[in-house]
């Protein structure tokens, strides 16, 4: 089978990461030691931004982002609906109520046009995810935001890596957060997340909010904080895998434009861009009316070929997240969760691979 992604294939790097880990067991130093300092030295050069900080995970990444630009209980947020629910989990955290607006049926990632119904000087801060590696137009939901002093936080959970008009995604709204998790670009050896931003003010306060709300040690300053510290053997094993990034991500756009020269002919479309902007974390088609979805993912896995659906469940309808409702008017959100299918991207994938894929595309109408 080949698989949808498979992380013991980074084999170049394994004794280099073996090495890494070792060296931190030997130092004793295994919470925000030096590794830690290090990686975010280094993403924030990677970024351009002013301020990175490590934290435990992305959803921590999201969580004390949204607590830093002023949520708290009751606070209203807006976010997609079709995005794992990671930032309704974090709004529900803190006792947010989540609103959701609509994609763009292109891309799938958050359209401003039906956002600007939902926009009030209520709204605490919009959450824009850079879905599958897409790059969400997030200065045109910024320019929208500003009127009503509303913050833009940018998930770039599975879009490290990606560009928008010359600007690394997570420095163009006010804070950017980031998954480590193993299958992401850039992945750790467990969780692990990050927080970037500009704005010094909010700096401070995530730096805060990630340490129990410390301004000094066992002084706690501010409401809200968290244990959420990124540990020096997951910083160290991303500090070489920083260095791979964009090498990685290259490798990974060039699969997935052989994928769409593939769908050439055919009904199915390709959600995920490989522009050169694009992180292209994931490869997501987008299938035709008359293409059941159950048989043409049967028909892959008849030829070996390991399929997956990000996401089945829209946010608004999960049961255990908040202000879930089925009469959110998501038209293309619900729409698209019904038709698409992520197959196999990852840049260990061999030629073979990547032939017998386009093969089963190509003949797939």
Same mark, same amino acid.
């Given at each position: 089978?080949?698989p ?10 394994? $004794? ?5 880990? /070792? ?8 919470i925000?030691?030096?590794e ?9 050069l990677? =970024? ?16 004390i982002a ?25 709004? %529900?955290?803190?006792g ?9 049926p ?7 046009? *039906?956002?600007?119904?939902? =926009?009030?000087?209520?709204?605490? %801060?919009?959450v824009?995810? &850079? ?9 045109a ?5 500003? +009127?009503f ?8 959970a599975? %879009? ?5 008009e ?15 998790? +193993? ?13 970037? /931003? ?9 730096e805060? $909010?990630?340490?129990?709300g ?15 510290? $990124? ?10 895998? $920083? ?12 699969i ?7 769908l ?8 995920? #861009? ?13 299938? *035709? ?5 159950? #048989? ?13 659906? &990000?996401? +089945?469940? =829209? ?28 197959? +196999? ?15 089963? =595309?190509?003949?797939s109408?």
């Amino acid at each position: 089978m080949i698989p949808l992604n498979d992380l013991s294939r980074n084999y170049p790097f394994s $004794l280099e990461i073996q090495e890494a880990v /070792t060296k931190v067991v030997k130092s004793g130093n295994w919470i925000m030691g030096p590794e830690h300092d290090l990686f975010e030295d280094e993403l924030a050069l990677f =970024l351009d931004s002013d301020s990175v900080f490590g934290v435990a995970s992305g959803t921590d990444s999201l969580e004390i982002a949204l607590r830093a630009v002023g949520c708290v209980n009751g606070s209203k947020i807006i976010t997609v609906g079709n995005a794992g629910g990671y930032a309704a989990i974090a709004g %529900a955290l803190i006792g947010c109520e989540v609103l959701y607006s609509d994609v763009d049926p292109l891309r799938l990632v958050m359209d401003p046009k *039906p956002l600007t119904s939902l =926009l009030s000087a209520e709204i605490t %801060a919009v959450v824009v995810t &850079h879905l599958y590696g897409n790059v969400a137009p997030v200065k045109a939901i910024m320019d929208l935001c500003k +009127p009503f002093n509303i913050r833009v936080i940018e998930d770039c959970a599975q %879009a490290i890596g990606a560009t928008s008009e010359g600007r690394a995604v997570g420095t163009i709204g006010d804070i950017g957060t980031f998954s480590f998790y +193993p299958t992401k670009n850039l992945g750790a050896i467990g969780d692990a997340g990050a927080i970037a /931003t500009y704005d010094k003010e909010l700096a401070k306060r995530i730096e805060q $909010l990630r340490q129990y709300g410390w301004g000094a040690k066992y002084v706690i300053d501010i409401a809200g904080g968290k244990n959420s510290r $990124l540990d020096e053997i997951q910083a160290a094993v991303l500090r070489i895998s $920083l260095r791979r990034i964009d090498d990685l991500n290259s490798k990974r756009r060039e699969i997935l434009k052989e994928y769409a020269n593939a769908l050439v002919g055919t009904d199915i479309s390709l959600v995920t #861009s490989y522009s050169d902007e694009s992180a292209a974390h994931l490869a997501v088609l987008l299938l *035709p009316k008359n293409i059941e979805r159950e #048989s043409f993912r049967k028909k892959l896995s008849d030829l070996e070929i390991q399929t997956a659906i &990000h996401y +089945p469940i =829209l946010d608004a309808d999960q049961v255990g997240l908040p202000n879930n409702d089925s009469a959110w008017d998501l038209p293309v959100s619900r729409d698209s969760a019904n038709r698409i299918v992520s197959i +196999p991207l990852f840049p260990e994938l061999t030629s073979e691979e990547v032939k017998t894929i386009c093969m089963a =595309l190509a003949s797939s109408n």
